[in-house]
C-alpha cells in the first residue's frame, strides 16, 4: 500500500483548499470522497467577495462558464412581513451553484480524487492513518462536512446546542417563471424568524430559485417550513403552480462556531470547515470559513515538516482561535444576553439604517 503524505476525507470546499496548497507545496495528496462530482450539495449558495478573493478566481472569468449570480441588494422582511429593500447601488456578493462551484474547486486542485469511496474504518497507528483498509497517509484531513468520520473519530458528537437544522430547495425553472414570480430576481430576500434563532430565505440565480429555512430549534424547523411556504404563497412568491414545481425541500445539520467547541486537532489528524463547526454564528456562512481553515490546515500541515505529533499540530487550533476568535465569542445572531438580542432584533426588524449595518457586518462581512 502506498504511504500518502496528506488523504483528505471530502473533496467540498475546504478539502479542495486544503489539498490545493499541499500539492502545489510538493506533496503527495490525495481526496477521497463518496460522492461523484458534480455532485448535489444543500446551500443557498451565497458566496462572500473575500471567497473569490482568497481563493484568487476572478468572477468576471468564472461566470463565463457558470452561474453566478451578482448580488447588489438584500430585501429584508420587518416582523409585519413587509419588504425592505438594501440597495448597495453595486455587487457586493454573489450566488452560486454547489454543484458546479464545488467541481470547479475541486478542478483547480489538481489532485487525484478517488470518488465513490465512503470512509468507513478509521485506524490511527504509530507511523500513519489507514482509511477502510486500502489507503494510508502520515496524516489524515476531515472535511467530510458536518457528519465527517474524521471528526467522530475525534471523539465529537454531530448533534450540540449550536448545530443548525436546515431545510431547502433549489430548482432550475424557466426564465419567464422567475419573471412572473420573483419580485427581486438576484436579490435574497432574508426573512428573521421571531420566534426562533434562525431565519428563511428566497434567492433567485438566474433561473435557479432556491428557498431554505435554518435554525437552531430542529424540533420546530417543519412547522417553519410549512409557515414558511404559506407566506411565501400569501405574497405571491409562490404560486401554486410553480410550488408543485419545487424540488423536494431536504434536511441537512450544521454546526456554527459558537458555544461547544470541537476537538480539531489530534497525533496525524486535523478537521477543516463544516468537520470542524466553523460556519459563521450570524449568518450560517460557511464556505468562507470552510475555505479559510483549509488554508491554515495546510499552513500547518507544512510547517509541521513531518512531525505530526498532537502536540506540534497543536498550533492549528491556536491558528483557528486567533482567526474566528475563541468559541462563542462572535457577534452572534442568538446572544445569550437577552438585552443584546432585543436590540438585535430591533435593528433588523426596524426601519431605520441599523439594517443596512447588519446586513454589511454580518451577510457581507464588509465592515
Ligand atoms: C441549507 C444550507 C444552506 C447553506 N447556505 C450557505 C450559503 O449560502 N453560503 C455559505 O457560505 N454557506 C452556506 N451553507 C454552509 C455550507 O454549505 C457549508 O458550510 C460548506 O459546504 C462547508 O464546506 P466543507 O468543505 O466543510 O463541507 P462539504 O461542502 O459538506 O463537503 C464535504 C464532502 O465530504 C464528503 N463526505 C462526507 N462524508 C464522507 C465519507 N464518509 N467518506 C467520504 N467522503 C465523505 C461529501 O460527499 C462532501 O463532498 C449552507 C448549508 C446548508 C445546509
Given at each position: 500500500m ?16 486544503c ?12 481526496i477521497?470522497?463518496k460522492a ?13 467577495p473575500e ?7 476572478l468572477?468576471?472569468e468564472?461566470s463565463?462558464?457558470?452561474?453566478l ?12 412581513n ?10 457586493v456578493?454573489y ?9 470547479y474547486l ?12 465512503n470512509v ?13 483498509s ?8 476531515g472535511?467530510g462536512?458536518?457528519?465527517?468520520p ?17 431545510l431547502?430547495s ?5 426564465s419567464?417563471?422567475?419573471?412572473r ?8 430576500e ?11 430565505w ?5 433561473n435557479?430559485?432556491?428557498i ?5 430549534d430542529?424540533?420546530k424547523?417543519?412547522?417553519?417550513l410549512?409557515w414558511?411556504l404559506?407566506?411565501l404563497k ?9 410550488r408543485s ?5 431536504k ?12 476537538a480539531i ?9 463544516d ?23 495546510a ?5 509541521a ?8 499540530l497543536?498550533a492549528?487550533?491556536?491558528r483557528?482561535?486567533e482567526v ?12 445569550p ?15 431605520g439604517?441599523g ?8 451577510f457581507?462581512?464588509?465592515?
Amino acid at each position: 500500500m502506498e504511504l500518502l503524505d496528506v488523504l483528505i476525507i471530502g473533496g467540498g470546499p475546504a478539502g479542495s483548499t486544503c489539498a490545493g496548497i499541499l500539492n502545489k507545496h510538493g506533496l503527495s495528496v490525495l481526496i477521497a470522497d463518496k460522492a461523484q462530482f458534480p455532485r448535489k450539495k444543500l446551500c443557498a449558495g451565497w458566496v462572500t467577495p473575500e471567497v473569490f478573493k482568497l481563493l484568487s478566481i476572478l468572477p468576471d472569468e468564472y461566470s463565463e462558464s457558470h452561474i453566478l449570480q451578482p448580488i447588489s441588494k438584500f430585501i429584508v422582511w420587518d416582523s409585519h412581513n413587509n419588504t425592505h429593500p438594501v440597495d448597495f447601488g453595486k455587487t457586493v456578493s454573489y450566488g452560486i451553484i454547489r454543484k458546479e462551484f464545488d467541481a470547479y474547486l475541486l478542478g483547480n486542485s489538481g489532485v487525484q480524487v478517488h470518488e465513490n469511496f465512503n470512509v468507513k474504518k478509521i485506524e490511527f497507528q504509530k507511523d500513519r492513518v489507514t482509511v477502510n483498509s486500502s489507503l494510508s497517509a502520515r496524516i489524515i484531513v476531515g472535511a467530510g462536512g458536518h457528519f465527517c468520520p474524521v471528526s467522530k473519530a475525534l471523539g465529537n458528537s454531530y448533534k450540540d446546542s449550536s448545530t443548525l437544522a436546515t431545510l431547502e430547495s433549489e430548482t432550475e425553472l424557466d426564465s419567464e417563471t422567475i419573471k412572473r414570480t420573483v419580485p427581486y430576481p438576484g436579490a435574497p430576500e432574508v426573512i428573521y424568524l421571531e420566534a426562533v434563532d434562525g431565519y428563511a430565505w428566497y434567492f433567485s440565480k438566474r433561473n435557479y430559485l432556491n428557498i431554505g429555512i435554518g435554525s437552531l430549534d430542529r424540533k420546530k424547523i417543519h412547522p417553519l417550513l410549512n409557515w414558511l411556504l404559506k407566506i411565501l404563497k400569501e405574497k405571491n412568491r409562490l404560486p401554486e403552480d410553480v410550488r408543485s414545481r419545487l424540488n423536494p425541500f431536504k434536511g441537512h445539520f450544521y454546526k456554527i462556531y459558537s458555544g461547544v467547541p470541537k476537538a480539531i486537532s489530534r497525533e496525524r489528524a486535523l478537521l477543516i470547515g463544516d468537520s470542524a463547526g466553523l460556519a459563521d454564528s450570524t449568518s450560517g456562512e460557511g464556505i468562507r470559513p470552510a475555505v479559510i481553515s483549509g488554508m491554515l490546515a495546510a499552513e500547518t500541515i507544512i510547517q509541521a515538516k513531518g512531525d505530526y505529533s498532537a502536540a506540534k499540530l497543536a498550533a492549528y487550533q491556536d491558528r483557528i482561535k486567533e482567526v474566528f476568535g475563541k468559541p462563542g465569542s462572535s457577534p452572534p445572531q442568538h446572544p445569550p444576553n437577552p438585552l443584546i438580542r432585543l436590540v438585535f432584533k430591533k435593528l433588523l426588524l426596524g426601519t431605520g439604517p441599523g439594517r443596512n449595518i447588519l446586513i454589511k457586518n454580518y451577510f457581507l462581512h464588509a465592515s
